[in-house]
């Protein structure tokens, strides 16, 4: 029986929602049951979680091409779907500036890498809800990494590899061909088994994209379900595609293949033993050399918080790499990328002057209930930040491009009586002696605040005052240092301070009212110099 016959018994195309194929099974999730023909090669009907699938032995007739124009199909009927959401809500909170979704979740950014004269950024999304669901790619172009175009979605749930979740990944320039690497996800029954493969899509002019399916189609040895987001790098004249992953013994490892190609891959290793128990799941991996020194990024899930006011088990950090001829890699001497309270999830890629820029999600896995979920959407990306290792001190720097927001600079004094920043869209640099306290989206009723601890030596930030309803409300981190220099980049409903010239970073979404732009220290006077930030091209900005 062809396929065609299959998706008859299901109702038609028009009725077919999901198709997945585990083990030796055809299954098809359909939008109306009245639909399904009664026949004897159906197998089953069941309903899981409340969707209707039919199940049917898979026979060898039905091969993965023919799956992948089924797989077309759906996502054709998807992205007719998804047009009303592409339109933004309007919001008070929508940031002036920084990458946010027109509607929905967005969480990890993907595929961040320069091709074709232009930057490309994708990053999850999920349209429909303020939830973590069924994850489509978000694509975005730009000249600038500061004014970005919206463009059509290249990647959607359709298939049998990742029809409950496109997750997260990586892009390679090859020339003419843009190459997109990411996770498939699907999930088998009521009990919801995961299965995961890595995939591959492709395109010609950066817009169009292909799915060609997995590359990677089992599982690593020594491994649960939970490998996912590949980095693909070129060492030693070979290709390398680095994972993310969770081993049997239940601890974060990363997972290696090789290849010559880019699409016949080989099992290397796993790698990071040296970490020890060092959490129970590690993601979003990425390797990259600064100044002669290479790094590894991984998001240890599980491990002892670098403060006891971060309640929160996901975390993300960089540590030293040492590559051994023979042996692989290895990874020391971890620290935290950001000391706030949203930041995960980070991609870099190499400008072509050379620079390594970064971007994260302003957000976490858990917290999707934030006072922009009333208006239906959540979360942004961060700052784009410019990363440098310089005398044995990994520095992160908001890039060059972003002084052309500034509309207004202005020297003040800050006291006591808060300075009227007429908006919430300012870059804000100023020096704090220790035992001061810097007030931020002041209002009578809201404010947030960064104290330079004298006592402890920690600079402590506190967004309790604000309309905040993540569980965590404190983030610190120790410093060594005779005063606390800051440079503060606000935007509506997120602030993002770098410390001593960028030697730490502290993230967070800050939720005030919309006339909450006062600006005040507790004692004494402080002289800064504020910059007003006009709004960018960056979809989807507050008009």
Not at 446 to 469: M, P
Request: hydrophobic content about 35%; some cysteine; proline content about 5%.
């Amino acid at each position: 029986m062809s396929i065609e016959k299959y998706i008859d018994l299901c109702g038609g195309n028009e009725n077919i929602t999901r198709v997945l194929v585990p083990g030796d099974q055809l299954i098809f999730a359909v939008k109306n049951s009245q639909l399904i023909a009664t026949s004897e090669s159906i197998d089953t009907v069941q309903d899981v979680l409340g969707e209707t699938q039919v199940v049917f032995t898979r026979p060898e007739s039905v091969t993965n091409d023919m799956l992948l124009c089924v797989g077309k199909r759906i996502a054709s009927q998807q992205l007719q779907q998804i047009e009303s959401f592409s339109d933004p809500v309007e919001c008070e909170y929508r940031p002036q500036w920084h990458i946010s979704p027109p509607q929905g979740l967005l969480n990890d950014p993907n595929g961040f890498v320069f091709h074709d004269g232009q930057y490309h950024m994708f990053y999850q999304w999920y349209p429909y809800a303020c939830v973590h669901k069924d994850k489509h790619w978000a694509h975005l172009t730009s000249k600038d990494l500061i004014n970005w175009e919206w463009q059509p979605i290249p990647l959607t749930p359709s298939d049998w590899f990742d029809s409950h979740g496109v997750f997260s990944g990586h892009a390679l320039s090859m020339g003419e061909e843009l190459m997109l690497f990411y996770t498939g996800n699907t999930r088998i029954g009521p009990e919801r088994d995961r299965h995961t493969t890595q995939c591959l899509a492709t395109s010609k002019d950066g817009i169009n994209f292909e799915k060609h399916g997995p590359v990677v189609g089992e599982l690593p040895p020594g491994t649960t379900e939970h490998v996912r987001d590949p980095k693909i790098l070129r060492h030693n004249d070979k290709w390398l595609m680095l994972l993310g992953a969770q081993t049997t013994e239940l601890k974060g490892r990363f997972v290696v293949y090789t290849s010559d190609d880019l699409k016949s891959w080989e099992f290397d290793s796993l790698y990071g033993d040296e970490l020890g128990d060092f959490g129970y799941m590690w993601e979003c991996p990425d390797m990259f050399e600064l100044n002669g020194q290479m790094f590894s990024v991984l998001g240890p899930q599980g491990i002892e918080s670098f403060s006891q006011h971060n309640t929160i088990p996901h975390h993300n950090g960089i540590a030293k790499s040492q590559w051994t001829e023979g042996f692989g890699f290895s990874v020391s001497e971890f620290e935290h990328l950001d000391y706030g309270f949203d930041f995960y999830a980070p991609q870099t890629m190499l400008t072509p002057d050379g620079r390594r820029v970064m971007c994260g999600w302003m957000g976490l896995p858990d917290e999707i209930d934030q006072p922009s979920t009333d208006n239906g959407w959540v979360h942004q990306l961060t700052t784009m930040r410019e990363m440098r290792f310089e005398n044995g001190k990994l520095i992160q720097w908001p890039i060059a491009e972003h002084d052309s927001l500034v509309s207004e600079t202005q020297q003040i004094m800050l006291t006591q009586d808060a300075f009227d920043a007429q908006g919430k869209s300012f870059d804000l640099e100023l020096e704090l002696e220790w035992g001061q306290t810097l007030n931020l989206f002041e209002s009578s009723e809201h404010k947030v605040t960064l104290k330079a601890d004298y006592e402890t030596k920690r600079l402590i930030l506190d967004r309790s005052q604000t309309l905040n309803r993540a569980q965590d409300t404190v983030r610190e981190v120790i410093l060594d240092s005779d005063k606390v220099s800051l440079r503060i980049l606000a935007d509506t409903s997120s602030i993002e301070v770098f410390i001593n010239g960028g030697e730490a970073v502290m993230t967070g979404r800050v939720f005030t009212a919309v006339d909450a732009s006062g600006i005040s220290v507790d004692t004494g006077s402080v002289k800064a110099t504020v910059k007003r930030l006009k709004a960018s091209e960056a979809p989807f900005m507050q008009v």
